[in-house]
């Protein structure tokens, strides 16, 4: 096992014993630590080059779980990021998922948001289930995962609707710690894949037709601006 540290901190851990990782992450925390599982071999181009990745707001995944496995069965993705699970953590289908050929991390919530991220490369080794800047901050929104030499972010962004108001400063005070958070994953060095629901409609064509004010969309030069950065 080697630590890769940068200035005072370890940002990363390369190891070949997925054991002695579990033991780590158990014993040190996972809260400003970055993980990366290697596979017995170098990352190659033979093995490692290609990988599919796919996000989907399911809205409900013990309503949608067959419409959830049927699709798995025929994309046959290495990588699902799950957004809007509406489901608590022990609601959550991981027999269901296992048995398609997925393992699976995933943080819950009752009624509301949830994110969970499925791999068939290997148990995603859990890294974070919430993202910093606001400990204060419960809504289950954010959540990463090691897979394969890849650190894998699942986010469902704030909707931010009504507009002004405290969700949509909610909204932008969230894209805040988030690019406050990828600029450090940038900086660290960290291959890394940020995926999910960004809920921001930057033209007419991100979404679909509807009778809305523009008040009540996900459009708003602010947020397409975060977005962007």
Same mark, same amino acid.
């Given at each position: 096992?080697?630590?890769?540290?940068?200035?005072?901190?370890?940002?990363?851990?390369?190891?070949?014993?997925?054991?002695?990782?579990?033991?780590?992450?158990?014993?040190?925390?996972?809260?400003?630590?970055?993980?990366?599982?290697?596979?017995q071999? /170098?990352v190659?181009?033979?093995?490692?080059?290609?990988?599919?990745?796919?996000?989907?707001?399911?809205?409900?995944i $013990?309503?949608?779980?067959?419409?959830l496995?049927?699709?798995?069965? /025929?994309?046959?993705?290495?990588?699902?990021?799950?957004?809007?699970? $509406?489901?608590t953590?022990?609601?959550?289908?991981s027999?269901a998922?296992?048995?398609?050929?997925y393992?699976a991390v995933?943080?819950?919530?009752?009624?509301?948001?949830?994110?969970?991220?499925?791999?068939?490369?290997?148990?995603?080794?859990?890294t974070?289930r919430?993202?910093?800047?606001?400990?204060?901050?419960?809504?289950?929104?954010?959540? /990463?995962?090691?897979?394969?030499g890849?650190?894998?972010?699942?986010?469902y962004?704030?909707?931010?609707?009504?507009?002004?108001?405290?969700?949509?400063?909610?909204?932008?005070?969230?894209?805040?710690?988030?690019?406050?958070?990828?600029?450090?994953?940038f900086?660290?060095?960290?291959?890394?894949?940020?995926?999910?629901?960004?809920?921001?409609?930057?033209?007419d064509?991100?979404?679909?037709?509807t009778?809305?004010?523009?008040?009540?969309?996900c459009?708003?030069?602010?947020?397409?601006?975060?977005s962007r950065?």
């Amino acid at each position: 096992m080697e630590a890769i540290s940068r200035g005072r901190q370890s940002v990363a851990i390369y190891t070949t014993d997925r054991e002695a990782l579990r033991d780590h992450v158990q014993r040190l925390g996972t809260g400003d630590w970055r993980w990366i599982w290697r596979e017995q071999h /170098e990352v190659s181009h033979s093995k490692f080059a290609v990988m599919k990745i796919a996000t989907f707001n399911i809205n409900n995944i $013990k309503r949608r779980l067959a419409n959830l496995l049927a699709w798995l069965g /025929e994309a046959e993705p290495d990588i699902v990021c799950l957004q809007e699970l $509406k489901a608590t953590d022990g609601a959550f289908p991981s027999a269901a998922i296992h048995s398609a050929g997925y393992e699976a991390v995933w943080r819950g919530q009752p009624t509301y948001n949830g994110v969970a991220i499925l791999s068939k490369r290997g148990a995603p080794i859990l890294t974070r289930r919430d993202l910093p800047g606001d400990t204060d901050d419960a809504q289950s929104r954010y959540i /990463e995962a090691a897979v394969s030499g890849v650190l894998v972010a699942c986010l469902y962004l704030p909707n931010g609707n009504p507009q002004p108001g405290p969700k949509f400063d909610y909204k932008l005070a969230w894209f805040d710690r988030l690019i406050a958070h990828a600029r450090q994953l940038f900086a660290e060095g960290v291959p890394v894949v940020l995926a999910g629901d960004f809920n921001v409609v930057p033209t007419d064509l991100d979404i679909y037709p509807t009778n809305l004010t523009p008040t009540m969309l996900c459009y708003s030069p602010r947020a397409e601006h975060a977005s962007r950065v």
